[in-house]
């Protein structure tokens, strides 16, 4: 059976080039026979058809003369819409997470709205697909460690981490999946993620930290209270595909 790299093959069916489709693949935006294609330089069979993800439009939330609150796709880079929209990022999601994003126009703003991070005066609220059934709330308060290295960031629960408190809620069971709400005050990096899996509700599609395939992190920022004011995100349709929707 004849094999060739993944990317250079996406770049032959798509008529585009090898820098573009290793960028595309390594956007979790490919699949072939169903699942992600997840290594750019892996063999795939010669004839192998892909089917490309678009990803979407962000939609403006709210703006004014000192914030612009976008609902950020998943597959979108929060960088990446900083630098299309001239905007600083007051905090950042990771790829795959989808809902509020925060831009700051007014540098005053900025540094207050800094300080009511660092002193948790600011609420987030998630909600997550994750696998198994939850019935109870559960407060996960436990350092997290972050190491980062050249495939990305890693993080864990460690004695020698930063404090890190995450509250869970049982929102929907459907079938062998829930919907769980998540508030955090704290920020670490993958906290929501590393947290529920701590507890055996690893979130669907995050792969990383023992998640069942899906097509997407099924995580998704819904809310963010800063200054006494609340910026909304709707559960994208992606979740429907799990029985979750309205929220």
Excluded at 25 to 39: H, M, P, R, S, T
Excluded at 74 to 92: C, I, T, W
Excluded at 181 to 210: E, F, P
């Amino acid at each position: 059976m004849n094999e060739e790299k993944a990317y250079k093959l996406l770049a032959a069916q798509e008529g585009i080039s090898n820098r573009a489709a290793k960028e595309m693949i390594d956007q979790g935006l490919v699949y072939a026979k169903g699942k992600k294609v997840l290594v750019a330089r892996g063999n795939l069979a010669a004839d192998t058809e892909f089917k490309v993800e678009k990803p979407a439009k962000p939609v403006t939330i709210f703006e004014n003369d000192k914030v612009l609150v976008l609902d950020k796709p998943a597959f979108v880079l929060s960088e990446d819409l900083a630098v299309s929209h001239g905007y600083p990022l007051l905090h950042r999601l990771d790829k795959e997470t989808s809902g509020v994003l925060i831009l700051v126009k007014d540098e005053e703003y900025r540094q207050a709205a800094i300080e009511e991070f660092k002193e948790m005066r600011v609420e987030k609220i998630y909600f997550a697909a994750v696998a198994g059934k939850c019935i109870e709330p559960a407060r996960i308060e436990a350092p997290i460690l972050t190491i980062k290295g050249k495939g990305g960031a890693v993080s864990k629960i460690s004695a020698n981490g930063k404090p890190a408190l995450t509250l869970v809620e049982p929102y929907l069971v459907e079938g062998k999946h829930s919907l769980v709400k998540v508030s955090i005050q704290t920020g670490r990096t993958h906290q929501i993620r590393v947290h529920l899996r701590s507890i055996g509700l690893s979130i669907l599609g995050d792969d990383k930290y023992g998640g069942k395939q899906a097509d997407r992190v099924m995580l998704h920022a819904y809310s963010v209270t800063l200054f006494g004011q609340t910026f909304k995100a709707p559960l994208p349709s992606a979740f429907k595909k799990y029985g979750f929707s309205g929220v």
